[in-house]
């Protein structure tokens, strides 16, 4: 077997926690996280969630969202 594949081999026979960790490297490896740009995210997502809590924003089903598109 060759390198790549007995490596992609050998993690499928790991935990499903430990198979997330290699996963997460290597997705880390092709596109570095850049810490301002997570930050803003962040909060992003905090004022999402908090005017979803509040009220003042409704959610939309994702099957609502997908059928708009595709309409």
Do not use: C, Y
Not at 9 to 33: A, G, Y
Not at 62 to 67: D, I, K, P, R
């Amino acid at each position: 077997m060759h390198g790549t594949a007995r490596i992609i081999e050998e993690s499928r026979s790991l935990p499903v926690e430990e198979r997330t960790l290699v996963v997460d490297s290597l997705l880390r490896s092709l596109n570095p996280p850049e810490s301002e740009i997570d930050r803003k995210w962040g909060q992003v997502a905090k004022r999402r969630l908090e005017e979803l809590r509040s009220g003042k924003v409704q959610p939309v089903p994702g099957e609502e969202v997908f059928a708009r598109i595709f309409a």
